[in-house]
Nanobody
Framework: QVQLAESGGGLVQVGGSLRLSCAAS????????MAWYRQAPGKQRELVAR???????DYADSVKGRATISRDNAKNTVDLQMNVLKPEDTAVYYC?????????WGQGTQVTVSS
């Protein structure tokens, strides 16, 4: 199994930037499809960005052009760079990994964008 831990969240101003990091331990992420999700209070958890084991990326429409997901298998990390942050980006952001039909989640990191 793999353990995931997010970091990099915090309070930022509208228009600011944030880089979230997901560090894995216990297993290599080489064969994992990775993703960032977010969940705002009272709302369903939603996909923000994903990057497959092959390096293919997808983004939610709400963050296209503002977010970049990347992975470094050597460092066993997955990052989410977010720019031009909006209040709507406020949520707890979760790192997700999938392999062999199993999903793994980090505990989340809070992102708050103030207007």
């Amino acid at each position: 199994q793999v353990q995931l831990a997010e970091s990099g969240g915090g309070l930022v101003q509208v228009g600011g930037s944030l880089r979230l990091s997901c560090a894995a331990s216990g297993n290599s992420l080489r064969f994992y499809d990775m993703a960032w999700y977010r969940q705002a209070p009272g709302k369903q958890r939603e996909l923000v960005a994903r990057i497959t084991k092959y390096g293919n990326v997808d983004y939610a429409d709400s963050v296209k052009g503002r977010a970049t997901i990347s992975r470094d298998n050597a460092k066993n990390t997955v990052d989410l760079q977010m720019n031009v942050l909006k209040p709507e980006d406020t949520a707890v952001y979760y790192c997700n990994g999938e392999n062999y039909g199993s999903e793994y989640w980090g505990q989340g990191t809070q992102v708050t964008v103030s207007s």
